[in-house]
C-alpha cells in the first residue's frame, strides 16, 4: 500500500538535511524527476523561510541535494539547472541526511555507493513506477503509470507548488524519456494531459526533443554503423541482440554513453520481438531488454536480478554474454 503525497510532502516539511537520489546510469526519467523535484523543494524552501519570516519565527534553512552516482549524460545537460546535480565522488562533505528520497529505482541497490550516505537515523522515501519494485523505503509510492516523472508531476499539484518552465522541462524530457516520445504502450490518456500542461507551463518541446533524441556524437553514429552491421537474430525466436564489448569502445573512441538506446533501436528490425543489448562494464555486462507485443522481459531480466517493466527491463550480471543468450534463449523457447 502506497503512503500518500501528504504524508510524504509533511516529512519532507519537517527534514532539514534532504538528499535527492536516482539509480546508476541515470536516464531523462531519474534526471527529470530529480532536477523538478528538487527545484520545487527550493521553492519550498524559500516559501517556508518567507512565512516564517513574516510571523517573526525561527527557521533553519533546508540543506537540499541532488547527488548521483555517475555524471549526468550529454544528452541531458541541455537542463538549465542540471548543474545543480553532483556527482558522488565530487561530494565531500561530512553532512547527515534526515531523509533520503530514492526516485525511479525497483531496489536500494540500484542507487550504487549513494547509498553510503544513508545513516541509522535517515528515513528513506521511494518514488518509483517499476512493477518490480520490492518497496524497500520508510514511505513508498509506487504507481502504475507511465514515468516517476508523472509521478512527480500527481505529487507538486498536489501538493500545490507552483510549476515553472524548468520544473516543466524536466518533467517533460522525463516523460519523454520514458514513453519513447509517445510511442510507447504507457502512452495514456493521462501522460497527453499532462504533457499539455507542462507545455502551458513553459516546457519547449522542440528544444527538447532536439537535444535529448536527435543530437548525437560522431563517435556514437560510428558504434550505431557496428550494432546495425553486426546483431545476432535468432529467428525462432524473433530475439535479435548484440553485444559490446570494453574494447569495442575503446577502438571506436566511444564512451559507456555512446552505448545507450541501442535495444529500442534493434527493436526497430521488423522481424524481432524481444531485443537485448548487452553491455561490458567493468567486469560485469549491463543488459537492456525491450519487446513487443506484451512479451514479458521483466521476467527475462528476474533471471539475472534485474527487473523494470513488462516491455523495458534491465539487469547487472557478472555472467558472460554467452551465458546470458544461452539463458534467455533456454527461457524464451519454454515459454513460447
Known amino acids: 500500500m502506497n503512503n500518500s503525497f501528504s504524508e510524504i510532502f509533511e516529512l519532507i516539511k519537517k527534514s532539514k538535511n534532504i538528499l535527492i537520489t536516482a539509480h546508476v546510469s541515470p536516464d531523462g526519467d531519474a534526471i527529470g524527476s530529480g532536477l523538478a523535484l528538487l527545484l520545487a523543494l527550493n521553492k519550498l524552501n524559500k516559501n517556508m523561510k518567507k512565512e516564517a519570516k513574516e510571523k ?12 548521483l552516482e555517475d555524471k549526468v549524460p550529454k544528452n541531458l545537460k541541455f537542463l538549465s539547472h542540471s548543474i545543480l546535480i553532483e ?9 547527515e541526511f534526515d531523509l533520503m528520497i530514492c526516485l525511479d ?13 544513508k545513516s541509522e537515523k535517515t528515513i528513506v522515501v521511494n518514488i518509483d513506477h517499476h512493477i518490480s519494485n520490492n ?20 505529487f507538486l499539484e498536489e501538493i500545490e507548488l507552483s510549476f515553472d518552465k524548468n520544473i516543466a522541462e524536466s518533467l517533460y524530457t522525463g516523460i519523454v524519456n520514458d514513453t519513447g516520445n509517445f510511442k ?10 499532462i504533457a499539455s500542461k507542462l507545455l502551458e507551463y513553459g516546457a519547449n518541446p522542440n528544444k527538447i526533443i532536439t537535444n535529448f533524441f536527435d543530437t548525437k556524437s560522431f563517435e556514437k553514429l560510428k558504434l550505431t554503423g ?14 535479435v541482440y548484440y553485444y559490446i564489448s570494453e574494447k569495442e569502445l575503446l577502438e571506436l573512441n566511444a564512451t559507456k554513453e555512446d552505448a545507450g538506446g541501442f535495444a529500442e533501436l534493434l527493436l526497430s528490425f521488423e522481424k524481432a520481438s524481444v531485443s537485448l543489448l ?9 543488459g537492456s531488454f525491450r519487446s513487443k507485443h506484451d512479451i514479458d522481459v521483466n521476467f527475462l531480466a528476474s533471471l539475472f536480478g534485474g527487473g523494470g517493466h513488462i516491455k523495458a527491463a534491465g539487469f547487472k550480471t557478472e555472467k ?3 551465458e546470458i543468450i544461452d539463458i534467455v534463449i533456454k527461457n524464451m523457447s519454454r515459454r513460447k
Request: glycine letters at 6%; proline letters at 0%; a negative charge.
Open 135 to 154: 518497496r524497500f523505503g520508510d514511505y513508498n509510492y509506487v504507481g502504475d503509470v507511465s514515468s516517476t516523472s508523472e509521478i512527480i508531476f500527481e
Open 56 to 67: 517573526e519565527e525561527l527557521y533553519l534553512d533546508k540543506t537540499l541535494r541532488f547527488i
Open 87 to 95: 556527482e558522488l565522488e565530487n561530494y565531500d562533505s561530512k553532512n
Open 320 to 322: 558472460s554474454s554467452k
Open 105 to 117: 529505482s525497483g531496489n536500494f541497490d540500484r542507487i550504487g555507493k549513494v547509498a553510503s550516505l
Open 226 to 239: 557496428r550494432v546495425l552491421s553486426n546483431f545476432k537474430f535468432v529467428d525462432n525466436l524473433n530475439l
Open 278 to 286: 548487452m553491455r561490458e562494464d567493468d567486469g560485469y555486462i549491463k
Open 184 to 193: 510507447h504502450s504507457n502512452t495514456t490518456k493521462k501522460v497527453f494531459e
